[in-house]
């Protein structure tokens, strides 16, 4: 059998050179991307070795560009958006208008045209998101106000770019690019036709899609076949980006992200992005390869000057803007000092725009590699970044004099945020699993008026539930989003009904990041899976079969004429003597502080 192909050595090369460098990159604190642009760097055109094949990695990246924006689109939240309106939305339009107008600035000194400046400028306005959630989840504040303000503003960010990438096509020949099939039309009829098509994608996708994806998605989750499951979201994601350039002549990536946005407000969506990660991941990282193919790494020694005013630009001239409208709205030094070292960084779209211009005709090549050079640069010194600006922030305000008066002021302002605490459930107890067990379960609890919240993968039964008024999260708890969606964070306790051993691990490790007092009571089935569980600290671990046995003892005694009170006692003292299938904390005990348990087991008999 033949194997001369360059797509396997593209992909094999391209990952396994993306995982040595974003390991290499998670190890001195930096952000994986950067890890993966250099990997890109590493099988280029521009240094010596292995060269991928260019078209072919072009590709590869339009796949990882749909899933990348199916994803953003998946985490899209409207009333994460609402809440910071009066701060995201002007704040993110104003700066965007500075770095695009600076962007400009720069291109006219270079000679470069207007609809170049337009591309480079808007590029350098956007923040990336994968850096931005990281930075804000590693200092601590990404579920704070100020977190919040900074993912709006992230938001608004985006859905700007969503609408540039519409617009650049249809424009380009009147900024200077290649002349489309429209060009010879008055500006206003072109962009009727173009925002027309919008209009008439939007609405079969945001009236039609958003009842036809669930109805379908439920039909397939009643199989109870995963992999069928997550055939269909990755069929939705790839189905309506392609329709939607091939009908409409929008983009890949606007269509991929408005078949997340479908599915974002439904139930679906957590288990629909799970499914659809180790793809995204995949495909995506596959695109930051292509993306550093692309960058030519000699411009840092020919143009360090230009380099250095795009640095300054990304880091220095955002911060400053976002800084700005933030105090200017009234808020205080602390939620400026965020949102401006969140943003000082550029990332994905600035990517997909650079790409989109360069294709067009509007953007030279040199640009390409300035704004490349300029995320490289930025992501890296973004923690540095983060850290020096949380410093003056601190000092700030211990020092006293007007920033820390406009502190207290602008407190106010983000007192008047919603919390996390003003929605879904809370107090209540998890069940994992359905089955049997977990219906008992669930029975006994809801006898006494506890509230409750059930996880499970078969939609039959969570349609069931729904039904009859209770609270349920269809998916599997291994992962995190799912139990996000069940208010983990703040549950009381968590039970665990389903007997696979390594599916309860993972479960019980997720849900202490999101909820370290949470106490747990699972099932198992072998003293392996009990020792596992006393490592975690669990607070009950009961054996099924131990405690069949034990029913199986209390009747035949009974039986065989042995008095209640006796038949009672003997049970009992197997209990206490350690015979049992209870695997339970000294009563009061916490479950996070106390380690071990006390065992009532029965010893296998032997197989003689």
């Known amino acids: 059998m033949p194997h001369e192909t360059t797509l396997i050595p593209t992909i ?46 072009a590709e590869l990246a339009e796949i990882g560009i749909i899933l990348l924006m199916f994803g953003v689109g998946l985490h899209f939240s409207i009333k994460d958006l609402l809440a910071v309106r009066r701060v995201a939305i002007p704040g993110a339009i104003g700066q965007i208008a500075i770095a695009t107008a600076l962007g400009v600035g720069m291109a006219h000194l270079w000679g470069w045209t207007f609809g170049a400046g337009l591309v480079f400028g808007l590029a350098l306005s956007v923040a990336s998101t994968v850096v931005l959630l990281r930075a804000l989840e590693e200092h601590g504040v990404l579920d704070s106000p100020n977190g919040r303000i900074a993912v709006g503003w992230l938001i608004v960010e985006d859905l700007a770019m969503v609408l540039a990438l519409v617009l650049l096509p249809a424009l380009a020949g009147r900024l200077g690019g290649v002349p489309g099939a429209t060009a010879g ?119 360090p000057l230009a380099v250095l005013a795009v640095v300054l630009v990304i880091v220095l001239g955002k911060s400053l803007a976002a800084f700005g409208i933030v105090m200017a709205l009234g808020y205080p030094g602390s939620t400026a000092f965020t949102v401006s070292a969140s943003l000082a960084q550029i990332g994905e779209f600035s990517f997909i725009l650079a790409g989109l211009g360069v294709a067009l005709g509007l953007l030279p090549p040199q640009g390409r590699d300035l704004i490349l050079a300029g995320a490289l640069l930025s992501i890296t010194l973004n923690p540095l970044v983060f850290r020096g600006l949380h410093r003056i922030s601190v000092w700030t305000r ?40 977990g219906r008992v379960v669930e029975r006994g609890l809801q006898g006494q008026g506890i509230p409750i919240v059930v996880i499970d993968q078969d939609r039959r039964r969570i349609e069931a539930l729904r039904e009859r008024g209770a609270q349920a999260v269809h998916g599997n708890a291994t992962l995190p989003g799912v139990l996000e969606a069940a208010g ?42 009990v020792a596992q569980l006393m490592r975690q600290g669990v607070g009950v671990a009961i054996m099924g079969e131990r405690e069949l046995a034990f029913g199986l003892v209390d009747y035949a005694l009974r039986s065989l004429g042995v008095p209640d009170r006796e038949t009672q006692l003997v049970v009992q003292e197997m209990r206490v003597s350690g015979e049992g299938g209870v695997y339970d904390r000294r009563p009061g005990e916490p479950s996070r502080r106390a380690p071990e348990l006390r065992q009532h087991r029965v010893e296998e008999p032997s197989a003689e």
């Open 398 to 437: 211990t020092r006293g004099g007007l920033l820390a008066r406009l502190e207290r002021r602008g407190a106010e302002r983000l007192s008047t945020l919603p919390t996390d605490g003003e929605e879904g459930p809370s107090d209540h107890v998890i069940i994992v699993g359905y089955g049997r067990v």
């Open 185 to 303: 039309d008055p500006l206003w009829v072109v962009l009727a036709l173009t925002l027309g098509k919008l209009g008439l994608f939007l609405a079969l996708v945001l009236v039609v899609g958003t009842r036809a994806i669930p109805w379908l998605l439920a039909h397939v989750a009643r199989t109870g076949s995963r992999e069928l499951f997550t055939l269909s979201v990755l069929a939705t994601a790839l189905g309506i980006a392609y329709g939607s350039a091939v009908l409409f002549g929008v983009s890949f990536a606007l269509g991929a992200f408005f078949a997340g946005v479908v599915l974002s407000e439904s139930d679906f969506s957590h288990q629909a992005a799970a499914d659809s990660l180790p793809l995204q991941d995949a495909f995506a990282v596959l695109f930051f390869v292509s993306v550093g193919m692309l960058f030519d790494p000699t411009i840092v020694l020919r143009e």
């Open 488 to 529: 983990a964070a703040k549950a009381r306790l968590i039970v665990i009904a389903t007997p696979v051993g390594y599916q309860t691990r993972r479960v019980i490790e997720l849900v202490r990041n999101l909820n370290p007092d949470i106490d747990t009571a699972v099932r198992t089935h072998t003293e392996a899976e």
């Open 12 to 57: 094999v090369m391209g990952l396994l050179l993306a995982f040595v460098g974003g390991f290499l990159a998670s190890k001195v604190k930096l952000p994986p991307l950067v890890g993966y642009l250099l990997a890109g760097v590493a099988v280029g055109p521009f240094t010596p070795g292995f060269v991928a094949d260019a078209k072919l990695a």
